[in-house]
């Protein structure tokens, strides 16, 4: 199995810790140029620090908050001008706050919506066009077991994250990368 990554582009969200984190380490050490997305830029800073470049890569990082997509969305179309085609999207958001799904209010719901499907929305479709012109492209959604059954104490989690795997679903039924 080829797992060489060199002259490939990533972007990985949620990279400043976790899961996230661990992804972005590891294609870089693949070889691929690794673009991390979070909200704090210090920890943005300290993880691009620690990302191997030793195949020649070069790494940046996009400092925005999922809470705020219309945001995403203007930074995503200034680096895709200078970064296309990316070939490996990350998506991987912190889940919503845990509670009972009849407590939930209305106001999560959203936030979360926005947080997790929403900004995966607006992250494929500014890379989906690249990846198909270079042949080359994959997209990795980091969900939650809860897609496949519900986690006690998290209604507005497992809502959401189940919206995600099936919106999932739709884009792979109608892309071909």
């Not at 830029?41 to 925005?64: D, N």
């Not at 799904?101 to 499907?117: G, P, Q």
Request: glycine share 8%.
């Amino acid at each position: 199995m080829n797992l060489d990554l060199k002259n490939k582009k990533a972007i990985v969200c949620g990279s400043t810790q976790g899961i996230g984190k661990a992804v972005a380490m590891e294609l870089a050490k693949m070889g691929a140029s690794v673009t991390l997305v979070a909200r704090n830029e210090e920890s943005l800073k300290k993880v691009k620090a620690e990302l191997s470049a030793e195949h020649g890569q070069t790494h940046s990082y996009m400092c925005v908050d999922f809470t705020q997509p219309d945001k995403l969305k203007s930074l995503l179309d200034a680096f895709m001008q200078r970064n296309s085609p990316v070939h490996i999207l990350v998506n991987n958001t912190g889940g919503p706050p845990s509670g009972a799904i009849n407590s939930a209010k209305v106001e999560e719901f959203v936030s979360a919506f926005n947080n997790h499907l929403i900004c995966n929305h607006i992250l494929v479709q500014a890379c989906l066009e690249g990846m198909k012109n270079a042949g080359y492209g994959r997209v990795i959604n980091i969900i939650s077991t809860s897609v496949k059954q519900p986690l006690p104490n998290l209604g507005v989690s497992n809502t959401i994250r189940a919206a995600v795997g099936n919106w999932a679903k739709r884009w792979l039924m109608n892309s071909e990368i």
